[in-house]
Nanobody, 112 residues
Framework: QVRLEESGGGLVQPGGSLTLSCEAS????????SSWRRQVPGKEREFVAY????????SYADSVKGRFTISRDNAKNTMYLQMNSLKPEDSAVYYC?????WGQGTQVNVSS
């Protein structure tokens, strides 16, 4: 059974940091590039960051460049998103996407 499980979301003050994790199971995680997407109510899900299957190719949305870092550990079947200098506009449900499958999402709220 394919499963992608995000964790690490929560409430943080502006300027703070969070690290999200996405643990994969039920398929060969290392065979696929993976990405983080996010969505706020009433808006379409948007791209945040992408990492190739080996981790040697990365890309970021302009809105998070220089603040967010995507990484992965294929031995642990896990992808990460280190988020620094968080802004209120980063508040959203964050989803991992890999191999055509979605996780259930984890809520990030940036507020004072």
């Amino acid at each position: 059974q394919v499963r992608l499980e995000e964790s690490g979301g929560g409430l943080v003050q502006p300027g703070g940091s969070l690290t999200l994790s996405c643990e994969a199971s039920g398929f060969t995680f290392g065979n696929y590039g993976s990405s983080w997407r996010r969505q706020v109510p009433g808006k379409e899900r948007e791209f945040v960051a992408y990492i190739s299957r080996t981790g040697d190719s990365l890309s970021y949305a302009d809105s998070v460049k220089g603040r967010f870092t995507i990484s992965r550990d294929n031995a642990k079947n896990t992808m990460y998103l280190q988020m620094n200098s968080l802004k209120p506009e980063d508040s959203a449900v964050y989803y991992c996407y890999c191999g055509g499958w979605w996780g259930q999402g984890t809520q990030v709220n940036v507020s004072s």
